[in-house]
């Protein structure tokens, strides 16, 4: 039987999606242009990524602290 693919959700959805961008640009995949307003986007998407992670791994040490 053939295997599903898991449909990935959150944050690995977002990691996947910015890689494909990233792609895009360091390899000139399919020469897609990459417009400005993408790049902005990618930008925000990785500030709000950055932003989800540093707040959960500040809430994990907080949870540590004695």
């Known amino acids: ?3 599903k693919k ?3 959700v959150g944050y690995l959805n977002v990691i996947d999606e ?3 961008k990233r792609n895009r640009i360091a390899h000139g995949e399919g020469f897609d242009v990459v417009t ?3 790049l902005k986007e990618a930008t925000e998407q ?3 990524l950055c932003d989800g ?3 959960k791994l500040t809430d ?3 949870e540590m602290k004695p």
Do not use: D
Request: charged share 45%; glycine share 4%; proline share 5%.
């Open 6 to 8: 898991r449909r990935r």
């Open 60 to 62: 994990k040490l907080a």
């Open 18 to 20: 910015l890689l494909k």
């Open 53 to 55: 992670l540093l707040g």
């Open 36 to 38: 400005a307003n993408e």
């Open 1 to 3: 039987a053939p295997k």
């Open 46 to 48: 990785i500030k709000k």
